[in-house]
């Protein structure tokens, strides 16, 4: 089967592109090699397959293991909205384990690393600051390369978020990460928490609430990549009514919620290099990339910058190869520009992933 792809293809000057035994390529193939086998036009709005690089299909919320049918289920619901990459940004289960031919490839970030009850109950493998370095090498070790380190959380005792972690700490464990070959990306809503990640050279902050200006630049300056996560973040006020005996954290994500949108568009002009990411797990058939997309759009982020950053722009970020001659192709198209009407993320006219059409 050969594809014909036609229209308007993101990322790439090229004007059309074919798909022949799974592989991209951009010079039109010998039709009559290629025998009697049929031609499959396919026109529209193109991109090189999306990265979501924070959805956790291999984490779970209980003591009790994942079964592995469970994790394809999450990457198959993936792989039909056109989702060719992933990065899992914590989970106990590497989603490799349920990995097949049509579905996305995996970035494992290993677990969760978080303090003593300082994360949400069995997500985490839980650590003391002395240990930082050595469990950041620990989850490296069963990774694709990046960790995940929760930067801060709600403190009972004190009843306000603050920053899990001494910046010495942090310092030592991305030295070590580093120096490993691997990166770090931190969780982080908090203020308080930005400074010492920026000192450490943390190389990813997810979520970013609570950047200022100058902090916002400075990561722009050292190509630090920021996931906004702007469908998690609208659930701040949900997080305050949960939080009642906690006024002080409760004011804080209520304030945060206020500026949503000033500073996502503060994130947008400070240059942010931004990557997408949906932070569903379980519930990725209700929510998911699709999603995220529309609620970054919705809250005015430009929609060419929402989508470059969820595909080519993304995967260039993370070294992942896009629009590759010769490479199993990546694709999704959309009949509507996503551009325009970002709505239209939600039904691609048509999906290959790793080479293997989906629909
Ligand atoms: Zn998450």
Same mark, same amino acid.
């Given at each position: 089967?050969?594809v014909?792809?036609?229209?308007?293809?993101?990322?790439?000057?090229r004007?059309?592109?074919?798909?022949?035994?799974?592989?991209?390529?951009?010079?039109?193939?010998?039709?009559?090699s290629?025998?009697s086998?049929?031609?499959?036009?396919v026109?529209?709005? %193109?991109y090189?397959?999306l990265?979501?690089?924070?959805t956790?299909?291999?984490?779970?919320?209980?003591p009790?293991a994942?079964?592995?049918?469970?994790?394809?289920?999450?990457?198959?619901?993936l %792989?039909?909205?056109?989702?060719?990459?992933?990065?899992?940004?914590?989970?106990?289960?590497?989603?490799?384990?349920?990995?097949?031919?049509?579905?996305?490839r995996?970035?494992?970030?290993?677990?969760h690393?978080?303090r003593?009850?300082?994360?949400?109950?069995?997500?985490?493998?839980e650590?003391?600051?002395?240990?930082?370095p050595?469990?950041?090498?620990?989850?490296?070790?069963?990774? @694709? @390369?990046?960790?995940?380190?929760?930067?801060?959380?709600?403190d009972?005792?004190?009843?306000d978020?603050?920053?899990l972690w001494?910046?010495?700490?942090?310092?030592?464990?991305?030295?070590?990460?580093?120096?490993?070959g691997?990166?770090?990306?931190?969780?982080?809503?908090?203020?308080?928490?930005?400074?010492?990640?920026?000192?450490?050279?943390?190389?990813?902050?997810?979520h970013?609430?609570?950047?200022?200006?100058?902090?916002?630049l400075e990561?722009?300056?050292?190509?630090?990549l920021?996931?906004?996560?702007?469908?998690?973040i609208?659930?701040?006020?949900?997080f305050a009514?949960?939080?009642t005996?906690?006024?002080?954290?409760?004011?804080?994500?209520?304030?945060?919620? %206020?500026?949503?949108?000033?500073?996502?568009?503060?994130?947008?002009?400070?240059?942010?290099h931004?990557?997408?990411g949906s932070?569903?797990?379980?519930?990725?058939?209700?929510?998911?990339?699709?999603?995220e997309?529309?609620c970054?759009?919705?809250d005015?982020?430009? %929609?060419?910058?929402?989508?470059?950053?969820?595909?080519?722009?993304?995967?260039?970020?993370?070294?992942l190869?896009?629009?590759?001659?010769?490479?199993?192709?990546?694709?999704v198209v959309?009949l509507?520009?996503?551009?325009?009407?970002?709505?239209?993320?939600?039904?691609?006219?048509?999906?290959?992933?790793?080479?293997?059409?989906?629909?």
């Amino acid at each position: 089967m050969i594809v014909h792809l036609t229209g308007t293809l993101r990322g790439t000057d090229r004007s059309e592109a074919w798909i022949v035994d799974g592989r991209l390529s951009f010079t039109r193939p010998d039709v009559d090699s290629a025998g009697s086998r049929a031609v499959r036009e396919v026109s529209g709005y %193109a991109y090189p397959g999306l990265l979501d690089v924070h959805t956790h299909p291999g984490l779970r919320r209980s003591p009790e293991a994942l079964e592995t049918s469970e994790i394809r289920r999450r990457l198959e619901i993936l %792989a039909r909205i056109g989702v060719s990459d992933v990065r899992d940004s914590g989970g106990q289960h590497d989603p490799n384990v349920a990995w097949e031919p049509g579905l996305p490839r995996v970035i494992h970030c290993g677990q969760h690393i978080a303090r003593y009850r300082r994360y949400e109950r069995y997500l985490a493998t839980e650590t003391e600051p002395a240990d930082l370095p050595a469990e950041a090498l620990r989850q490296l070790a069963v990774s @694709g @390369g990046w960790i995940k380190v929760v930067g801060d959380w709600i403190d009972r005792e004190v009843g306000d978020m603050t920053p899990l972690w001494p910046r010495a700490a942090l310092k030592d464990a991305v030295a070590a990460v580093h120096e490993a070959g691997g990166k770090v990306t931190v969780h982080a809503f908090a203020r308080e928490t930005i400074d010492d990640l920026l000192e450490a050279g943390v190389d990813g902050i997810e979520h970013g609430t609570g950047m200022t200006r100058d902090h916002l630049l400075e990561a722009a300056a050292r190509g630090i990549l920021i996931t906004p996560t702007v469908r998690q973040i609208r659930r701040f006020p949900e997080f305050a009514a949960s939080a009642t005996k906690y006024p002080a954290y409760q004011q804080r994500m209520l304030a945060m919620d %206020a500026q949503r949108r000033e500073h996502l568009a503060l994130m947008v002009d400070t240059g942010t290099h931004f990557l997408m990411g949906s932070d569903s797990a379980e519930d990725v058939g209700e929510t998911n990339l699709t999603d995220e997309l529309i609620c970054a759009v919705e809250d005015g982020m430009p %929609a060419d910058v929402v989508m470059a950053a969820a595909s080519y722009d993304g995967k260039r970020r993370l070294g992942l190869p896009f629009w590759a001659e010769g490479a199993p192709a990546d694709v999704v198209v959309y009949l509507d520009d996503p551009e325009e009407n970002i709505a239209t993320v939600r039904t691609p006219a048509a999906v290959f992933i790793g080479g293997h059409a989906i629909s």
